[in-house]
């Protein structure tokens, strides 16, 4: 993928690569290719296995993979989509930055939005895999952290103004060095954040990189060096052979689309724009971000990598899902995404929010490719309205953190042929992020559950209905405890958009119910100190866009969607044109007829 015309792992197809194709067995090189993503998968399995932080073994917001010798991508497993460009620039990075100093058992650590990182609180594990004392590969893994340091505990500070009031930033570090434990670098970092979780996260972390090294170990028993090159090489060109053809049915052409964030943190009404113009010319993809605009002062920016990482979980959406995912996927695209941006944050900006800037990056890429890929996009997906908690647990008197995947998880769009996902979450995180199981929720925090449930007349109206969104109540028991909260969706102009006539999904909201009956309506980026013991949290994910006109809804799915509670008799009638008997749910065939007529 290239940044600002700078070809990064070339630009096309290499004439010699053709040749080195010819030789080699395709059978044998998807043999490797799958063998590669289970090694991806197994380490994984490993983190889920043996991570303690709810983020990581019940959300899963992760990623692991294996990358060459000079970083690029041979194979990763996504457990949520945005971390799809994560480990790439961060790999390329450390190979820069280390050179020849590179020997085998050591381990490092990187998490630097400045220098090929996409979040703070996504701390990298680095560890390389040597062949007969030569660098070939590294094996990786990224993962979300509940804690990284900075003014505020969990890692979310709306009231940042800088990098340093974030987080920690770990520059490339070696905390094993040829096998040996650093136990002054290990201090040194963990003596910076705040609970002890983490330490035993970036242990398992550590211990994933190990299952990976292993099992390429084990490939190379099977493998001769000649052999295993040739075969990746041909990887890498049969990825990019297959995205070049995904582009080049696409019409040539300039395809714009555009969206809106919403309020920086700093200056009430502020909005941020999305401007994107995605050219088609041939098998070649160009994205400009040009005309966004400019960095804020606040929280809501985004690094390089991030903002490329949402890209190509987008792109990834609209063409073949059978894509191997390796650096020859990249090769056909490039991004142009100018510096000072708040899609591309000049240090020393404060970015954490970037990771959720996805939602509105997304929005603008469908909307482009709307009228060229009408049965490939989807409508609005919910924007993301999060809130973590801190406190400590009377229970057993410890800290205690929670990012509340369980209520942040709305609705996303609906598309050609299919309505949205329920309760499927953050585009950025779609299907990888889990709702945290009921009981674990409640033993992991003093909280009592209340409700969760699907919320009713969500979704936006359409031939195919948007996913659902849901309500979430529970009873804080907690103590010393803060709220923050970061997202947007809260907007009326940020709901989920429909598409193609479809309606937009439902709004974002979220209530503190204080003791003294008060009740609090955090902003989308603010901090909430003080909650007291006993207060309610209430917060309604929105649901999301609708595709088609609701008058070619089906009959019988909406009366379907009506008995099972998800849409009310008033809504059937007003979105769909369906009148239905209040009682008994019964269809009023002429009273419908002449609706659905008008």
């Not at 991508?73 to 961060?90: H, K, R, S």
């Not at 919910?382 to 998880?409: C, Q, S, W």
């Amino acid at each position: 993928m290239n940044q600002g015309g700078t070809p990064r792992g070339g630009a096309g197809p290499d004439p010699a690569l053709a040749t080195h194709d010819a030789e080699v067995d395709p059978i044998l090189a998807s043999v490797l290719h799958r063998r590669l993503k289970s090694i991806t998968e197994e380490m994984g399995l490993t983190l889920l296995r043996t991570t303690r932080s709810p983020i990581l073994n019940e959300a899963r917001d992760f990623v692991t993979g294996m990358y060459d010798a000079r970083g690029q991508m041979l194979e990763q497993t996504e457990y949520i989509p945005v971390l799809a460009f994560a480990l790439q620039p961060a790999c390329e990075h450390v190979v820069e930055f280390f050179g020849d100093d590179i020997h085998e058992g050591d381990v490092i650590l990187h998490n630097d939005v400045f220098s090929g990182g996409n979040q703070n609180n996504d701390v990298a594990v680095f560890r390389p895999v040597f062949r007969d004392e030569v660098l070939v590969a590294w094996a990786a893994c990224k993962g979300h952290q509940a804690d990284i340091g900075g003014a505020q505990a969990g890692g979310y500070n709306p009231e940042a103004r800088e990098v340093w009031q974030e987080a920690l930033r770990i520059t490339p570090v070696k905390v094993h060095e040829r096998g040996k434990l650093r136990r002054d670098v290990w201090r040194m970092i963990f003596a910076n954040i705040r609970y002890g979780i983490v330490e035993e996260d970036i242990k398992a972390q550590i211990g994933a990189t190990r299952i990976g090294e292993r099992g390429m170990h084990e490939l190379f028993a099977r493998f001769d060096a000649r052999v295993f090159d040739a075969c990746i090489d041909y990887l890498f060109s049969a990825s990019e052979r297959m995205v070049r053809r995904e582009i080049a049915a696409i019409p040539d052409g300039v395809y714009r689309g555009e969206s809106w964030a919403y309020y920086d943190g700093v200056t009430e009404g502020s909005k941020m724009k999305i401007a994107l113009a995605a050219t088609v010319a041939g098998d070649e993809l160009t994205v400009d971000f040009t005309g966004s605009s400019p960095q804020t002062p606040g929280f809501v920016n985004a690094p390089y990598s991030a903002t490329a990482s949402a890209l190509l979980l987008t792109l990834l959406m609209l063409i073949d899902p059978e894509v191997p995912h390796n650096a020859g996927i990249l090769r056909p695209i490039r991004i142009i995404n100018p510096e000072g941006s708040f899609l591309n944050a000049r240090f020393p900006a404060a970015t954490t929010f970037g990771n959720s800037i996805t939602g509105p990056t997304s929005d603008a890429i469908f909307r482009a490719f709307s009228h060229a890929l009408p049965k490939m996009v989807t409508a609005g997906w919910n924007r993301m309205m999060g809130f973590t908690i801190t406190g400590t647990d009377p229970r057993h008197e410890r800290p205690y953190v929670d990012i509340l995947f369980l209520a942040l998880k709305g609705g996303s769009g609906a598309t050609w042929g299919a309505d949205g996902y329920d309760h499927i979450g953050l585009i950025n995180c779609a299907g990888g992020i889990l709702a945290q199981d009921y009981e674990m929720f409640e033993l992991h925090d003093p909280h009592r559950l209340v409700r969760h449930e699907y919320a009713r007349d969500s979704a936006g109206a359409g031939r195919w209905r948007g996913g659902l969104g849901v309500q979430t109540e529970f009873v804080i028991d907690g103590e010393n405890v803060t709220g923050i909260a970061f997202g947007d969706g809260v907007e009326e102009s940020a709901r989920a958009f429909g598409l193609f006539g479809g309606r937009p999904g439902s709004i974002n909201e979220l209530t503190l119910g204080y003791p003294d009956d008060t009740v609090r309506r955090p902003k989308a980026k603010e901090i909430v100190r003080g909650i007291p013991r006993g207060t309610v949290f209430r917060q309604h994910a929105g649901g999301g866009g609708g595709y088609g006109d609701p008058i070619e809804r089906p009959l019988q799915q909406v009366i379907d969607d009506v008995i099972d509670g998800l849409l009310s008799v008033d809504a059937a009638r007003e979105d769909y044109g369906v009148v239905l008997d209040p009682a008994t749910f019964v269809l009023d065939e002429s009273a419908t007829a002449e609706r659905r007529g008008r």
